[in-house]
């Protein structure tokens, strides 16, 4: 029986941060394996991290991306939103242990969710998901699953009590 780390928030944080950077990493793996498989008309055009990137620029700083910024822009809108949320995962698991459940599957349920089918529509950034096939959603919610479980593993990983070796 393992026994828990003593809750630690900034700790939890930490690693879910670092869980979350893997995680995109891991996510963007499974998506490239199911993009070479079929590939479409709306996989050549700018995904919502890119579009999201942009909106910012031109808002925020009236600049217009060029194609080699939104190559960049793109993978770290979607690296630092994938680590911010695991962030917050990682410290709520600390007070709320349940939330470690199903392997961090039911995270990446939730960040699927909220992000694709809600939030990321809702913003313009993509077409709603009634509007995609059954197979692209599959790989997305796919790929969210994953996301999850690497987090929760890595985060894992990181809050494993250290045995620490001495001449006590």
């Known amino acids: 029986m393992r026994i828990d780390p003593k809750p630690n928030p900034l700790r ?6 670092v869980g979350g950077l893997i995680a995109c990493f891991a996510m963007n793996q499974f998506h490239s ?10 996989d050549k055009q700018e995904d919502s991290t890119v579009k999201t990137a942009s909106a910012v620029s031109q808002k925020i700083f009236h600049h217009e991306l060029t ?8 993978p770290a809108v979607h690296y630092g ?10 410290a709520a698991v600390e007070v709320l242990p349940v939330l470690r459940t ?6 990446g349920t939730v ?9 990321v529509p809702a913003l ?3 077409k709603p998901v009634t509007r995609s ?9 796919g790929a969210h699953l994953v996301y999850g479980a690497v987090v929760e593993v890595v985060r894992r990983l990181l809050r494993m009590p250290r045995h620490r070796s001495g001449g006590e």
């Open 111 to 119: 960040v699927w969710l909220g992000a694709h089918v809600i939030t």
């Open 81 to 90: 939103f994938g680590a911010s949320i695991a962030t917050f995962y990682g």
């Open 67 to 74: 194609p080699q910024q939104k190559k960049i822009a793109g």
């Open 133 to 141: 096939t059954p197979r692209r959603e599959a790989v997305e919610f």
């Open 33 to 42: 394996f199911f993009q070479k498989v079929e590939l479409s008309a709306e």
């Open 102 to 107: 199903g392997l961090g599957m039911p995270f």
């Open 12 to 17: 939890g944080l930490l690693a879910g941060a």
């Open 124 to 126: 313009g950034l993509s």
